[in-house]
């Protein structure tokens, strides 16, 4: 899976997330807030169904049907595929961990800023609307994997030979949820770009005011 996390733009973020606390001289918030409330754990389908319930809905949602010729051709190389699709979940997950991390640090730095700024009577409407848009895409992002992750498991844990049309089926939803995985992460990234915008109009804001409280001083 191709790495889509933008470092560089992660960075400029937790730049001006780290002026606009200096600016503000803040430190005193408790980061358990309304953005980290609102990040989900999402169920697993592996912890809710069986994985014979999952393979017979994949079945019936691809219409997973083959010849008897289909039926031996692809239960003789399944177990090879299953091999190559052991690797690419592997490194799916080592992104997926990396990704999260960030989604995650970011969402705990947004948090604390937007509870200090509430707390200071800083309007902060701007940037608590793109925090939730963030938030909300963040959440699609991590239900959507859970859907891949238990698709890919699935394609790999499968008696293949036994079962070439569940094979069939499951690595077709894995195909479908890993593709959805790319626009999901897009929307985290366009979120991050409107984040940026608000985080500049509240420094902004904040330098204005601590001006204007200097002259009345």
């Known amino acids: 899976m191709k790495n889509y996390l933008l470092k560089p733009k992660n960075c400029?973020?937790?730049?001006?997330?780290?002026t606009i606390c200096l600016t503000a001289g803040v430190a005193h918030a408790d980061t358990t807030n309304t953005v980290l409330s609102t990040l989900i754990t999402p169920t697993s389908p592996e912890a809710t169904t069986t994985i014979d319930q999952r393979v017979a809905t994949r079945k019936a949602t691809?219409?997973?049907?083959l010849s008897g010729l289909d039926t031996t051709a692809l239960a003789s190389k399944c177990t090879l595929a299953q091999s190559a699709l052991t690797d690419v979940r592997t490194k799916d997950q080592k992104e997926a961990a990396i990704r999260l991390q960030t989604y995650n640090?970011?969402?705990?730095r947004l948090a604390f800023l937007v509870d200090n700024l509430s707390s200071q009577n800083v309007d902060a409407t701007e940037l608590s609307a793109a925090q939730n848009q963030f938030v909300s895409d963040i959440n699609k992002y991590l239900n959507d994997a859970e859907s891949y992750?238990?698709?890919i498991d699935d394609s790999i844990t499968i008696n293949c030979v036994n079962d070439p049309a569940g094979f069939k089926a499951s690595v077709l939803d894995a195909r479908k949820w890993r593709a959805q995985l790319a626009p999901d992460v897009?929307?985290?990234?366009?979120?991050q770009v409107q984040l940026l915008?608000?985080?500049s109009d509240e420094r902004q804001l904040l330098i204005t005011k601590s001006g204007a409280k200097a002259k009345t001083d």
């Open 12 to 18: 400029l973020l937790f730049g001006v997330l780290l």
């Open 62 to 65: 691809y219409k997973s049907q």
């Open 105 to 108: 640090d970011l969402a705990k």
């Open 149 to 151: 992750k238990a698709a």
């Open 186 to 191: 897009a929307a985290v990234k366009n979120d």
């Open 197 to 199: 915008k608000a985080l």
